[in-house]
């Protein structure tokens, strides 16, 4: 489907209509008119219908295969078109009566989280075979960082409610049964790579814990029976305190072992960072696979967070170290507004003014914070 434009031989006016490429059997390609949008002299009016038709094209197209994400299309175009080097001419504007806001789009997220998650290269998990399921997993993470807590079926009626797309919350549910033990595992050694890279590969003690995990159904089965997280034999050990270790006791004495067992809060303020900032509970699924797919989601997420906030602590050392929770509300205050001139139908981006803290997060991420104003180059982007 495309817009295509024919001149009239009668008023030399320019016809604007929405065409597809069909192919009929035994007859080869042809093109079917699907929409007439009118027609106009060349200059300001013709460019301006010309806009109209591709908005119209993006309507017809969501209409026959609605996208999962609307705002992973914008997204994807505002960041793209935030982030091109445009020349430092001044933008022409006839009236500034005719600019309102379209619509405002949080890029924060997007931009920060979005570009990390690329650069370590998650989306090979899937392969090439299972793009959707990627695209979904990407989206599922940011989703988690953008509004923790939030279980997939909401989030697919909010971008209803709001988008005016009906979303089928299955197709996250089809992605999260690929999630499987071998894709964690990679999901995983992604992270432990990255990790190691940070710390020069000095890895001196793990720590682990097996959280406590609650569940928003009424649903039962073996995953939730009681003692999934604590099995009854433990019971014999109430009132003693042990630390069990892999080091080695020659190179590694008693001292040194309680020395590490010390800094155990800082995992215990990760799983606090991991239950209540990142909400990775309660979950609302049941099925084993599931849980684990949730589970993985999650642990993705909160990965790229930590490492955002390491990478920022470390690069600005000198200045406030920020929390994971002030991370996600710096992150989400970058905002973006679309402008649109109702005289000319030509777009801008408008960005939010930066906070300090929203600029030196962007820069841990090898960003820029994109604070010009911006004429938005594709006619058809938002509608």
């Not at 006791?249 to 303020?269: M, S, T, V």
């Amino acid at each position: 489907m495309f817009v295509r434009t024919l001149r009239r031989q009668t008023t030399q006016n320019v016809s604007v209509q929405i065409v597809e490429s069909t192919r009929v059997p035994g007859k080869g390609p042809r093109q079917r008119i699907i929409k007439h949008m009118g027609s106009a002299p060349e200059g300001p009016l013709l460019d301006a219908l010309v806009r109209l038709a591709h908005r119209a094209k993006l309507r017809l197209l969501e209409e026959r295969q609605p996208t999962l994400f609307p705002m992973e299309y914008w997204a994807a175009r505002v960041q793209g078109a935030r982030q091109d080097s445009q020349s430092d001419q001044p933008l022409p504007i006839p009236d500034a009566r005719k600019l309102v806001e379209t619509k405002r789009l949080i890029m924060g997220v997007h931009e920060v989280f979005g570009t990390l998650y690329d650069r370590m290269g998650f989306q090979k998990v899937f392969g090439a075979r299972k793009k959707m399921a990627a695209r979904l997993f990407r989206q599922a993470v940011l989703m988690r960082l953008a509004a923790p807590g939030s279980s997939k079926r909401a989030c697919c009626g909010k971008l209803s409610r709001h988008h005016g797309v009906e979303v089928n919350p299955d197709k996250f549910y089809r992605m999260m049964d690929t999630v499987n033990d071998d894709r964690i595992a990679r999901l995983q050694s992604i992270v432990s790579h990255e990790v190691r890279g940070l710390l020069q590969e000095r890895v001196d003690v793990l720590f682990f814990d097996v959280t406590t995990l609650s569940f928003a159904s009424d649903k039962g089965e073996d995953l939730r029976k009681k003692g999934f997280s604590k099995i009854d034999r433990d019971a014999c050990f109430d009132g003693l305190h042990g630390v069990w270790t892999s080091l080695d006791r020659d190179n590694h004495p008693a001292q040194h072992i309680y020395a590490y067992y010390e800094e155990r809060w800082r995992i215990e303020e990760g799983f606090r960072v991991r239950k209540h900032t990142m909400a990775t509970r309660p979950i609302y699924h049941w099925t084993p696979s599931r849980v684990k797919a949730h589970i993985a989601i999650c642990f993705v997420a909160f990965a790229l967070l930590r490492l955002l906030r390491y990478q920022h602590n470390i690069m600005h050392a000198g200045q406030e170290s920020l929390s994971e929770a002030r991370i996600l509300a710096e992150l989400s205050g970058a905002q973006v507004s679309l402008i649109t001139d109702t005289s000319t139908l030509k777009q801008y981006l408008l960005a939010s003014p930066a906070t300090a803290a929203q600029r030196t997060l962007y820069n841990a991420a090898g960003l820029k914070y994109p604070s010009r104003t911006r004429e938005l180059a594709d006619p058809g982007l938002l509608a």
